[in-house]
C-alpha cells in the first residue's frame, strides 16, 4: 500500500538537496524530501521554484505598530523625538487597541512569510496593559504565527523606582524574555547597573535576554562588552541577544576587534534592524552621514551570530513597512555590501537559521526530514532573484498547513479562524 502524505511539494529547489526534489508532509512535519513521486491528499507542482525555510523575525515592537501620526508626526526623524511621542501615546491606550493593531501586522507577516516575531512590550506603564495585550495576542495568533514577548523597560530600569517592579511583574505574567536599554539610562554607572538587574531577573526566571544595547551614534557607548562578559560570567552563554548596537560602526577599529573574541565566547547574537537603523541614526550628522547599521560582515566572519529584525511598522519611530523580512533583508546586504554573489546566497541566514539559533527552537527548524515543517515557496528560481524582486511567497505553510497565498497581485489571503481572508497592506 502506498502511503499518502497530507502535503506534498513536489518539483522543489532546495538548497543543498539536489536540482528538483519532492518534500512530503505529513503530521505536521516533513516525512521526506527525496527524487521519488509519492502521493498526498494535496499536491503542489511548484515548478522548480525555491522552497525556503520560513522567516524570522528577532526585534520589533507590536504595540506600537500602525500608531504613525498619533498623536503626531515624527518630524525630526530622530530616535529620542520617537520615544517623547510613544510617552505621549502609550498613556492612552488600550488592550482593545493594541490587540487589533497586533492581528493586522501578524496577517502581514504571515503573508509575507515571517512566522516567528519576537516583539518588544513596554513594561513602564503601571497598567503593564501592552505586556497584557501583547501575551494575550501571543495565545490569540497562534494559529498564524509564533510570538515570543521581551519586557522591555523602554524608558529605562532605573530612571524610575516603579520600573525594576514592573519589569519582575511583566517576568510573572509571562514575559519570555528580559529586557534592558542600558543606553538611556541617566548615567554609565546606571547603565552598568541596569544590565546586572537584567542578568539577575533572568536568572530568577529562567528567561532569554533581549535587549536594545548601544542604539546611538555615540561612539563612547560601549555597553556590549558589559552585556558579554555578564553572559561569560553568569553562565547565560547563547542567551543573549543585543539589538540595534548602532554605535559599533562608530567604534574605533581597534577597540571593536578587541571584543570581538568576547561576543564570540559569550554566543552573543547581534540583531540589526537596516530599516529602522539607517532611518533614525545619522541624524546628526551633516555629510557624510553615517549609515547606521552594525558592521555585520565583520561580526560574521570572526564567529559572531548575526540576526535581522524589522523593528517598527508605521509608527513613531518609521513611517513606512509591511513587516517583510525580505524588505529588511534587502537593505542589510545594501548597507553591509553582502553583496558578492555567495554573500547573497548566504545572506539569508540571517532571517532564517542564525535567528534561530537566537529564538532557541534551532532542533525543530529547517528543511530536514523530522522537523516541523514551516516552508516558504518563492515565486523565483534562486535567492539572487528573490532579493531582486522583494516579493512575496508563492505558498506560506505553518507545520504542514498553507496558511498564506499570494497568487494574484491584487491581494494576498491567510488563513485565520479556518476562513481564507483577503488581505492587502493598506
Request: hydrophobic share 40%.
Amino acid at each position: 500500500m502506498v502511503e499518502e502524505y497530507d502535503l506534498v511539494l513536489k518539483n522543489c529547489r532546495v538548497k543543498g538537496k539536489g536540482e528538483r526534489v519532492t518534500i512530503a508532509i505529513k503530521d505536521r512535519r516533513i516525512a521526506q524530501i527525496s527524487e521519488s513521486l509519492v502521493r498526498g491528499k494535496e499536491e503542489i507542482d511548484v515548478e522548480g521554484r525555491l522552497v525556503l525555510p520560513a522567516f524570522m523575525n528577532m526585534h520589533t515592537h507590536l504595540d506600537s505598530a500602525l500608531t504613525l501620526g498619533r498623536p503626531r508626526y515624527n518630524e525630526s526623524g530622530t530616535l529620542w523625538e520617537g520615544i517623547r511621542i510613544w510617552g505621549e501615546l502609550k498613556r492612552e491606550l488600550t488592550k482593545e487597541d493594541i490587540l487589533t493593531r497586533v492581528e493586522k501586522v501578524a496577517k502581514w507577516c504571515v503573508a509575507t512569510g515571517t512566522l516567528w516575531v519576537r516583539t518588544n512590550a513596554d513594561c513602564t506603564l503601571e497598567s503593564l496593559v501592552t505586556v497584557k495585550a501583547l501575551l494575550e495576542a501571543k495565545n490569540k495568533l497562534s494559529e498564524l504565527l509564533d510570538i515570543q514577548v521581551t519586557a522591555f523597560p523602554q524608558d529605562g530600569i532605573l530612571t524610575d523606582p516603579k520600573h525594576p517592579e514592573l519589569l519582575e511583574k511583566a517576568l510573572e505574567l509571562g514575559a519570555d524574555n528580559v529586557g534592558l536599554i542600558p543606553h538611556n539610562e541617566w548615567t554609565r554607572e546606571e547603565g552598568v547597573k541596569s544590565i546586572e538587574i537584567a542578568f539577575e531577573l533572568a536568572k530568577k526566571y529562567d528567561r532569554r535576554i533581549d535587549g536594545h544595547i548601544d542604539e546611538t551614534d555615540d561612539p563612547s557607548s560601549r555597553y556590549l562588552e558589559v552585556v558579554a562578559s555578564r553572559a561569560v560570567k553568569q553562565g547565560w552563554i547563547g542567551k543573549v541577544a543585543a539589538g540595534h548596537v548602532t554605535a559599533s560602526h562608530s567604534w574605533d577599529a581597534a577597540y571593536r576587534y578587541r571584543i570581538l573574541d568576547l561576543l564570540k565566547r559569550a554566543g552573543v547574537t547581534i540583531v540589526a534592524n537596516p530599516l529602522v537603523n539607517v532611518h533614525l541614526q545619522g541624524r546628526f550628522d551633516q555629510y557624510p552621514k553615517r549609515r547606521g547599521m552594525a558592521p555585520l560582515k565583520q561580526f560574521a566572519h570572526n564567529g559572531v551570530n548575526v540576526a535581522l529584525g524589522h523593528d517598527d511598522i508605521m509608527d513613531p519611530w518609521y513611517p513606512l513597512g509591511i513587516g517583510s523580512m525580505i524588505q529588511v533583508l534587502f537593505m542589510a546586504v545594501h548597507l553591509d555590501q553582502w553583496t558578492g554573489i555567495n554573500e547573497l546566497s548566504q545572506s539569508f541566514e540571517l532571517i532564517t537559521h542564525n535567528a534561530s539559533k537566537c529564538w532557541g527552537n534551532e532542533k525543530e527548524y529547517g528543511i530536514e526530514v523530522g522537523k516541523r515543517a514551516n516552508l516558504l515557496v518563492m515565486n523565483a528560481k534562486s535567492e539572487l532573484d528573490v532579493l531582486r524582486e522583494v516579493g512575496l511567497p508563492l505558498y506560506v505553510v505553518k507545520d504542514g498547513t498553507i496558511v498564506a497565498k499570494n497568487l494574484d497581485r491584487r491581494f494576498s489571503e491567510v488563513l485565520y479562524n479556518g476562513r481564507w481572508e483577503k488581505l492587502s497592506f493598506f
